[in-house]
T-cell receptor, first 115, second 114 residues
Framework: GAVVSQHPSRVICKSGTSVKIECRSLDFQATTMFWYRQFPKQSLMLMAT?????????EQGVEKDKFLINHASLTLSTLTVTSAHPEDSSFYIC???????????FGQGTRLTVV | AQSVTQPDIHITVSEGASLELRCNYS??????LFWYVQSPGQGLQLLLKYFSGDTLVQGIKGFEAEFKRSQSSFNLRKPSVHWSDAAEYFC????????????FGTGTQLKVEL
């Protein structure tokens, strides 16, 4: 199947700094990428939908100025957590799909710890 | 808005026993339905999906699921569980509008006793 690579897999940062997470589709072009957040022992909560070349669509309650999403190419989307705080510590997962009605392929996730 | 319910938070089965994980969805039209598996600290792997056609779908690792429109269900089954199947299982529904985003259930944690 298609491969989605997420980097880094783990990151620890100091409170107040920014962290960038990359999501790459390695062998297909992803017109749409999704960013999810998963709290311990909970389900995935969609944060935003990212379409190549356009602004991301954020879900209700997600601060777009805090979670900056860029989808500059058909194979790369980035999530930047700005001015991170300990409550931003979580597992962030991206997924990518090629088009309408197609399955989503998930990255391996990024464990963010803000200290 | 669509929603997914996985009634069982935890399930424990003995190795070799059969397994059924329940999933109910709420959506006005025919949805796209998915089952994913997640190992600790890992991303999600697709087990199987239903888009249309045959309501009994076969997936990887010996899993299957049946779409029952009358019951709004998409239960996951496996005839004989292996210890390596222990993981978290998520049912998800995708809809044609809204950019095809997925809505996930809360997950079922499967424990396999040897």
């Amino acid at each position: 199947g298609a491969v989605v690579s997420q980097h880094p897999s783990r990151v620890i940062c100091k409170s107040g700094t920014s962290v960038k997470i990359e999501c790459r589709s390695l062998d297909f072009q992803a017109t749409t990428m999704f960013w999810y957040r998963q709290f311990p022992k909970q389900s995935l909560m969609l944060m935003a939908t990212s379409n190549e070349g356009s602004k991301a669509t954020y879900e209700q309650g997600v601060e777009k100025d805090k979670f900056l999403i860029n989808h500059a190419s058909l194979t790369l989307s980035t999530l930047t957590v700005t001015s991170a705080h300990p409550e931003d510590s979580s597992f962030y997962i991206c997924s990518a799909r090629t088009g309408v009605g197609t399955e989503a392929f998930f990255g391996q996730g990024t464990r963010l710890t803000v200290v | 808005a669509q929603s997914v319910t996985q009634p069982d938070i935890h399930i424990t089965v003995s190795e070799g026993a059969s397994l059924e994980l329940r999933c109910n969805y709420s959506y006005g039209a025919t949805p796209y339905l998915f089952w994913y598996v997640q190992s600790p600290g890992q991303g999600l792997q697709l087990l199987l999906k239903y888009f249309s056609g045959d309501t009994l779908v076969q997936g990887i690792k010996g899993f299957e699921a049946e779409f029952k429109r009358s019951q709004s269900s998409f239960n996951l089954r496996k005839p004989s569980v292996h210890w390596s199947d222990a993981a978290e299982y998520f049912c998800a529904v995708g809809v044609t509008g809204g950019g095809n985003k997925l809505t996930f259930g809360t997950g079922t944690q499967l424990k396999v006793e040897l």
